[in-house]
């Protein structure tokens, strides 16, 4: 479905924040297993690179990592941070949107096509800038997780679309 989508090299590019939180939406999770094999049947594709934040010494996450290195990501991590607010109560600050964006730019020369997996509206000025330099990109998302920005700037793909193609079977 994606290939009429994209040309040449392509790089994904997956804000894991963002997946997590449409997985609720959809009710279903999504297999990063099926999803690279996916992606490599519907592409030319170079690099799929996911972030997420990481709670150190949680042993479930670390074999979540160890399977999304196995299956060929290239995986960016950074440590939560336990933040507490004004009125005591505890936030769980875990983003790496920056350093998405930052890889994203810095890459470009090396991809025709950027599939970007997340609906976060802090992507658009990064897929401004890589669309002046003449590539494509391609979001994909769900709806309640995918900006108005984004969907002025790109190519959208909702993860319903493909719910047989990536649906982790439990």
């Not at 609720?24 to 594709?45: F, N, P, V």
């Not at 719910?163 to 982790?168: A, D, F, G, Y």
Request: hydrophobic fraction near 40%; charge should be positive; charged fraction near 30%.
């Amino acid at each position: 479905m994606i290939s009429s989508f994209v040309q040449g090299r392509v790089y994904v590019f997956i804000d894991g924040a963002n997946v997590f939180y449409s997985q609720r939406t959809l009710g279903w999770r999504i297999s990063y297993a099926k999803l690279m094999d996916y992606l490599k049947r519907e592409c030319s594709l170079g690099k799929c690179f996911v972030y997420i934040g990481t709670i150190t010494g949680n042993a479930k996450q670390r074999n979540f990592l160890d399977m999304l290195d196995a299956v060929g990501y290239i995986v960016r991590t950074k440590p939560v941070k336990i933040i507490r607010t004004k009125t005591g109560e505890v936030e769980w600050k875990g983003n790496l949107d920056m350093e998405l964006g930052m890889e994203m730019i810095d890459t470009s020369s090396q991809y025709e096509t950027a599939i970007l997996i997340s609906g976060d509206s802090d992507f658009a000025s990064v897929i401004d800038r890589i669309k002046r330099h003449g590539k494509r990109v391609l979001v994909m998302s769900t709806r309640g997780h995918i900006s108005k920005e984004l969907l002025d700037r790109a190519k959208y793909v909702d993860f319903r679309k493909l719910k047989k193609e990536l649906i982790l079977e439990q």
